[in-house]
């Protein structure tokens, strides 16, 4: 059979990741595209919902862009030295996209399925979102035999209760997580909590139940390396889970979201506490509320794919650490 | 009591349509917000909501940015010469929202709720959008009685059937509206119709059930008088909606919405056709699918705000009217 | 009376701050919309003139914008606990227009004739501009019996003398001020100054009047602490103003504003000094110079809405410690 | 003296019309600069003056992104033949700004100082605004001394009288050089006109004095064609100046402009128009209220220098003609 | 072997090119991604290079955009009743990048002999650039043993001569493939010239050899079906490329490109014509010029992929009929 | 000879520098423009190439748009006190722009010539890019007689081998430099690098030749004094060059580039770097790689223009300092 690239000439295209950049089909990374579980460690999945947002919608559009701009990532992390394809099998596996993207709880359910098929083929999930209420199908796939940990990066807690007549939406998947022993709380930690508020106890899930939080004022004090301590003391040898909600982020670094609050972190801080969380035991991650059309600049979408990567780089460490 | 303006100095300014159009607060067309149905003939009504898109969201911003740029608007019509402030009691309502946006069916369910309400005072809605799935309540208020007909601009027919799990979306409002008694297929046209599809007989609905359909091609032969008496011809006198969706447009006038189609009429040849359109047995109207984060130089919502005017131009003098 | 609201189901939406945020009529913060003084502590104002500025206009349509961004405000600061709806009785109440723009010094003094009813109502005022030659008009109104302390966040002293042939420009007005008697130029604090000058004394004024100046090397050095405690040191007890120029922010924090200089400070550093400067005796304070036209992200309009909500909550609470 | 550019190599980049267009400094399309008078026969100028907008501000940075953009034109029209620069002795002369800008009258005066000049050394004037105000001040210099005709394209007839407390703005300029006998109304052709008004009367005084007006519904019938037979009708051989205000092209083909009004013409007819009014007897002419920051993909000002170019032409050929 | 859609739940989702438009990988309108020519018919190529630009640089990154709104199309010609993808066997192949983009001349010829491998295997290439300089070496290909005609969409007629240094760029592929023997000027037909020139005998090539050029002038006289006679009469049954600029659309209909000349004609009346043409003999096409970064409402890259399409529908009905 | 201002009437205008910013002709800074090297101590030099770049191009039109922004700069730094245009004969000599812009190494030996010219007129360069590339022909005119030193910011250390098939490009001319001799790598000190890497040795040679390599790690423990400090004792008191790569700073400072790379420094970092290092023996500068297609709210160039204008100061305090 002639294949279009049978004889290409030269030997240091053979992987597209050091294609020029503008060049070939945005996967995530520019990783294979594939949907043989079976032969990976890791897949990178995009879940383009974004039917939990309560304000402005548009990150189902994030996962397009991220793969858009994530052909910016290249192999190996400069910073840490992680190479992650040359640790794990790594493929895109394309989108978690519901089938009925109309009805909340039934897109859930979907994209729970999806992800449990990732899951039992021993697959560890590393997604890019969609809406931070994605996080919860993913964890009833991928916790259900136990709760995991999580080092949680967000200007909301997230564990708001009942909004807009629904159970469900992107402010509350992490009390529901609790509620359904999918998340443990005494192992979660919340960074970058700030912004105003309608209900003044719209956090105390988070308190109540045990989680670490660490608003922005008390981050500013702390700095990165209180963080990143606080974050490791937390989450300990366990299971663990990284969720990144671009919005942790200032919106000036993450113009592109939903619901953006003033007086986050840089990404630089970001770069720093991620790069400083190595060694956990991950279990999978995700980069959510990416929303395209708010993002003149591409500057979320850029960000979003290097949090990814670093994300990646976190979970191969972790992988290929338990396999050798 | 102490009111900030009670001592204006200029009379001019009495009205605030004529204050210059970048102060104030933006309500739709500067007319006054009022909640007070008893005192209106016409009420000026946002529906923000776009839980019934299939591609593309952000319509839930539609009457923020009508509002906004509606400031532009003045009193009277220089080609019509119609005055609807002057021939009518005529406000800003404020926002048809469901307060349970998460599900599809029931937020139809309020929206149709608040325009019966509307409806149930004698007052006749004008109203801007939200994706096009927020018509069919209109009809479940104001067409309960009898069917109504329809002049009806769009890229497409809207008349298609179940997608993604669900009878109810912005691609098929009008089917369901036959299928309620709420349109009158044989008094309904649609102009503008353009576009590739999926399934060949999509739009099928449309033909079966008696509707005038007027494909670009058809416009391009026919013109905008054409187009005129075709709509004068099959709805004659009996009760009439106009119902506009701005991708009827062709995309550069209209770059802010959710499925754009090539190849549409101009905004010129827009406004030609509704000012042809008068005389009519109006009983209401609305824009729709205005998606301000796909705008980035307004000329949408600019365009949604001259849209509704000449609609508001049309039912006022229908009012008037059948008033007088 | 009917009323569209009349008969509204759910009990949690009665007050509109808590409406999703696409909704309604963009009030600043979606308080309510009043004219009456009488009931009124603090009045929310709308300033849409920008007839004083040297550069970029756009400044007029500063108000509309930070309203429209404003719906994502909530009604509690979660990091000071001010709640400010509840201390205090808070309005919109439009917009102080000049009805001769073309003016500059009539404008000045209509917007002064329009805080003087403010003021003679025993209103504070808590201001959107405006390019910031509205300060001193708003002076003219407040402090007319006495002069007032001011801390002042801005990349320029904005002491400068006769430019383009006018005493009065946004780069002049407390220098102004001061020689009006209206600012105590020994109670005042400038914070953020930066950026190349044509003239090597242009703020000389500055200096030479008393006015403690913190010149963005300063900042570098003391950082927030430092700058919360100079600015506590120099106003005291009296009466304080507070004027937040956005351009003392970062460009990258605030591009759509019509004098930027590289080098600012950032959101987070500017919220934690207002943060950081409770329990003054405000009279007053106001947010300037938001050029919406220069803002494609609106993060500009975002942080000037933010800035808004905490000058509100500083003014708020003086008041309300006043009362009590 | 040893020059930069002296022993340059390529003689086909002698005249910097042909360099790319990325390189060098922007002048008006790439003419050179010059401020000799003398040795001139056409001025290119640009009028950055915004001060008599009634709404959106920033066509004082009209002459700048003109020039930016202008760099896309080249020596030759295709379509009608003329080159300009090798006809008349061209040159950019630099800005007309005032220099107390913040004073609406004296800047006008300021203004027809500086053309006073030009037209005192027997040069024309193409000019680029600035707002539309700016055409009376040019009118005092080079109708001083006899009324001129003029050929007017614009969606206003800008014959209001007096609105914000000023008898000079941007929607009456042509009242005012009426009644100041700069301008003669009977050879006066509006094109384009539309729009909703606050009067009804607002456009009295282009009737009452015997100006030709096309509204755009007569365009839409008697067509390019038609309105160019008109306008050769109506000027006549007399000295004629044509004015060109951007707002009269759809605001799909001109976003960046204060007042916008949709339903224009595309500008394509614009240039058929401009290219069927050879042969007049031009004094000068400018294209005004091309506003950049409204303008976010280039095409306002794109089309700005296009046209600028065609009434180049068209002065230049009459110029040429006149000496011939 | 565990495939993640190997259980997929809805027979209706069988075909990608039915999914939602925001999901999954962004190929050429959702095709197959493939390298296996032997299973081919039509292949769809980008052609991601601009190296051969004069002006602004950018349309490396068409092909992403145009794979990227591609999603949008669907899977039949409402119009014309084309079903491409039924009729032929088609896949996006990837991108004929050049792996030495930094000279010139070597990337053509790199161009060239991908496309060579597509012809060599009987397959038809569609493709989208990258600047027009890449349509010389897609003849290369497919004309090198008898010379094609062309229907050429275009501002500029692309036979200039050398300029900057260099035989080789975006405006001389058609002189250079005429002097190659790939083209037959006599068969060629150039239509949408316009615009200004620097040398008035820059196109005189084209006159030269024979070919039919329509300038935008006689294009408005002799309209679309004027052109479509035209076109049909010049090409012949012989074998016929099509090669769509994106510049021949009017700049707003097509802000996205490098080299944008007003006056152009509309995508109502570019798809009118291409649906005019069907029934050639026609051995492939491409749209070209798509530069993204200048196309901050994607309307540019929605028109091109729309194009793509209908260009598809051409290829591949021809080819069904040779092949029936 | 009558020139349009001899009888400008105000004095305080005599400085073109001083003029309202959207006034006049975009020089940079509004310096003279003047080819006249005799006369001249610094040139102010655009070098609108962008054809070595590997992924985004567009810094071709760099120039242009820092000569628009500059007109923000003013005469004199309020940090530094430094006031260049007094200290030195400054002005913009034009566009080092290469007539062969399709060949890369004829193009970068045109750049070269057009720079020795500069330097053989005793002249400093301070330039504006175009691409990194660019630099390396810069050293061939002024570092040809002996090697210079270099202070760099950056995000890559650009000393990368062949890549595309080209010894140069931007990612390289470091490694060149130094290999001809023209850069001492033992007084080369980079700053700001990070970001991910295809080939982990990438900048080995960095290393390898002696360069004092900054990453970002390293500069978030050292800070801006630590930086300073190492900058200092690096290049000590021998000849040295300043190249600032924009991609140094974060992305939100500087979006518009080819190679972002997020977590880089701040703006306000970089001015105090730069203020920090007075007094060394400066032999010239640059600031590349803003590519304004990539920069929609403009933050990119006017950073750009802020950076030149401190690399202006410190090259010209260190020429005034050997006149002395």
Redesign the interface.
């Known amino acids: 059979?002639?294949?279009?690239?049978d004889d290409w000439?030269?030997t240091e295209?053979k992987d597209q990741?050091?294609?020029?950049?503008?060049?070939?089909?945005?996967?995530f990374m520019r990783a294979p595209?594939s949907?043989?579980?079976?032969?990976l460690d890791i897949?990178l999945v995009?879940v383009?919902f974004?039917?939990?947002v309560?304000?402005?919608?548009?990150a189902?559009?994030g996962p397009?862009e991220i793969?858009?701009q994530s052909s910016?990532?290249?192999?190996?992390?400069?910073?840490t030295?992680i190479?992650p394809f040359s640790l794990c099998r790594i493929a895109?596996?394309?989108?978690a996209?519901p089938?009925?993207?109309?009805?909340?709880e039934?897109s859930l359910a979907e994209i729970a399925n999806?992800f449990a098929?990732?899951h039992?083929?021993g697959v560890l999930p590393v997604s890019a979102g969609g809406d931070h209420s994605v996080t919860l199908p993913i964890f009833r796939a991928i916790a259900k035999d136990r709760p995991v940990g999580m080092i949680h990066f967000d200007a909301h807690c997230d564990t708001g209760d009942d909004y807009?007549?629904?159970k469900?939406?992107h402010g509350a998947p992490f009390r529901r997580a609790v509620e359904e022993g999918l998340l443990d709380p005494k192992r979660t930690i919340q960074i970058g909590?700030?912004?105003?508020?309608?209900?003044?106890k719209i956090w105390q899930f988070s308190h109540d139940s045990g989680m670490r939080v660490i608003?922005?004022?008390e981050f500013?004090e702390i700095g990165?390396k209180g963080a990143i301590a606080e974050a490791r003391r937390v989450v300990g040898d366990g299971p663990t889970y990284l969720s990144f909600d671009v919005d942790g982020l200032?919106?000036?670094?993450a113009?592109?979201t939903g619901?953006?609050e003033?007086?986050?972190?840089?990404?630089?801080e970001?770069?720093?506490m991620l790069r400083g969380l190595r060694g956990l035991n991950y279990v999978g991650g995700d980069v959510v509320e990416v929303a395209p059309?708010?993002?003149?600049?591409?500057?979320t979408a850029?960000?979003g794919s290097?949090i990814m990567?670093e994300i990646l780089c976190l979970v191969a460490e972790a992988h290929a650490g338990r396999r050798d």
């Open positions: 059979m002639t294949k279009i690239r000439d030269y295209y990741q050091t294609w020029p950049r503008y060049t070939g089909i945005p996967t595209y949907e043989a579980l079976d032969e897949a995009g383009p974004d039917g939990g309560t304000n402005r919608p548009g189902r559009h397009r793969r858009n910016l990532m290249r192999r190996t992390s400069q910073e030295g190479s895109d596996i394309g989108d996209w089938q009925r993207p109309f009805h909340l039934e999806f098929k990732v039992a083929a807009l007549g629904s469900f939406h909590i700030r912004g105003g508020v309608n209900d003044a608003y922005m004022e500013l990165v200032d919106p000036v670094f113009p592109g619901t953006p003033i007086g986050g972190f840089s990404t630089a970001a770069l720093a059309c708010f993002d003149p600049g591409y500057v850029l960000a290097q990567f």
